[in-house]
């Protein structure tokens, strides 16, 4: 079993940011990923590479207090993973980091796509595999980063983000910090006007799908992009539920913000030609 796609939400001093998790496309990287933060390899750590225009970049070093105070390490990790690309480097996709000419290589290292990089990180390396998207308004949070100060800090860091840098002396407190990640499973996500789901029509028949919000006065009014229907083999632990006897949709949960989710979403086929929804219910 699966779940339904995953969110990853972080907490930094920048501000939070949340990920889905597109664990039905690639669901070795999403395994991965979650392996790092369920080990706690990202808990206070930072984004270490900032390219404006580009990308920002984290999962590679974290913060660590010792008997002489705070340090910067690496982060542990695991063995690399088979390349996964699938999903063009769009603007807030997130995808994997990996070493020169060696696409099977990602370990740790994650990076948000600041514009549309597809022209370039579709075609080098065997692609980067995309695994998840910035939802809600986390692009604001690494627009905020991607503002920030850049400085060379050696090794690794030579493209640093600095938060409150007073332009001599960069200490650790000057770095991007995540202090820690929450990970949330829900039915469905609604995010910038489009709710996405699981969802099983009947007859073993699982697919998922994209509702777009076309009205919402006076009521909410969903219609099916229809380009974004694709097979499932395998059932969601949470999945929707659709009846095409009585044309009503049920979705067991969905997440409408960083931390606001409703239960019990129903909804109703008003036009089945369009394949249009109406909002009856929510809890």
Wanted: charge should be negative; hydrophobic fraction near 40%; glycine fraction near 10%.
């Amino acid at each position: 079993m699966t779940q339904a796609n995953p969110v990853a939400c972080f907490t930094s001093n920048m501000g939070q940011f949340c990920i889905e998790l597109f664990e039905t496309q690639t669901p070795v990287t999403t395994a991965n990923f979650l392996q790092y933060i369920h080990s706690d390899a990202y808990k206070n750590g930072i984004l270490h590479r900032s390219m404006p225009g580009f990308v920002i970049q984290g999962g590679g070093f974290k913060i660590v207090n010792g008997a002489s105070g705070d340090s910067l390490v690496p982060v542990n990790t695991f063995s690399p993973i088979v390349n996964e690309f699938k999903i063009s480097n769009t603007r807030g996709t997130v995808a994997m980091a990996k070493l020169p000419d060696k696409p099977n290589s990602a370990t740790s290292q994650w990076f948000v796509n600041l514009a549309d990089n597809s022209a370039n990180l579709d075609h080098q390396n065997g692609g980067f595999t995309v695994f998840g998207r910035v939802i809600f308004d986390g692009m604001a949070v690494f627009d905020a980063i991607e503002k920030l100060p850049v400085r060379n800090l050696g090794g690794n860091l030579t493209n640093a983000p600095l938060k409150d840098f007073d332009g001599s002396h960069a200490a650790l407190s000057n770095l991007v910090k995540i202090d820690g990640v929450e990970v949330t499973d829900a039915t469905g996500i609604f995010s910038s006007g489009i709710l996405s789901l699981a969802v099983d029509i009947g007859g073993g028949q699982m697919f998922t799908v994209n509702l777009r919000l076309i009205s919402d006065k006076p009521d909410y009014v969903f219609q099916l992009d229809s380009a974004s229907v694709a097979a499932l083999s395998i059932s969601p632990t949470s999945i929707a539920t659709f009846s095409p006897g009585n044309g009503q949709l049920h979705i067991p949960s969905v997440m409408i913000g960083v931390s606001a989710t409703v239960k019990n979403v129903l909804m109703q086929l008003t036009n089945p030609g369009s394949y249009t929804f109406t909002l009856v219910s929510y809890e």
